[in-house]
């Protein structure tokens, strides 16, 4: 299936994704991403002043039900709450439980990712009673923290054009 197909989330579907900041998984804010499965070519939007084009390999996809997010952040004061660029992209254009997903017109600098599998489609991490995520997430880096999210400096990766991250879904 070579068919084009651009994924972006407007700004009242991004307020709904609830929940993800809890966990530190925010989809909110301005930019674009695209994602690409080996067969399936996407393009994407972004336009930030200075900018360059990068990949993110993403592995550890059980699941071609739901929808992966995607948040890009430029700062530690950002991190989590205010992401630069944003993207979800369907499951179900996984292959053998990896997605590559093209990062478009991120700004030059180090920036830091996360990222969630939302296996249901309800456009929010799921949490259980003790507020820990019941469904896969990832940072840059396969940063972890400590009794939550890595601190921004543990995922944080220098934006090299053509370059590809990989990261594995836990």
Do not use: Y
């Amino acid at each position: 299936m070579n068919k084009e197909t651009s994924f972006h989330r407007p700004a009242a579907a991004a307020r709904r994704l609830i929940g993800l900041a809890a966990a530190g998984l925010v989809l909110s804010g301005s930019g674009s991403l695209s994602a690409l499965a080996a067969d399936a070519p996407v393009s994407a939007v972004a336009a930030p002043a200075a900018a360059v084009d990068m990949e993110l390999e993403l592995s550890g996809i059980a699941s071609s039900e739901g929808q992966i997010l995607v948040s890009v952040f430029a700062s530690p004061e950002d991190w989590l709450k205010k992401p630069v660029a944003v993207a979800s992209a369907p499951a179900s254009a996984q292959k053998d439980g990896r997605l590559v997903i093209k990062l478009a017109a991120l700004p030059l600098g180090r920036l830091a990712l996360n990222v969630a599998h939302d296996l249901n489609g309800n456009g929010r991490l799921d949490m259980n009673a003790m507020r820990l995520p019941i469904e896969p997430f990832a940072f840059s880096n396969n940063a972890t923290g400590m009794f939550g999210p890595p601190k921004f400096e543990a995922a944080q990766f220098e934006v090299v054009a053509g370059a590809r991250l990989s990261v594995s879904l836990k």
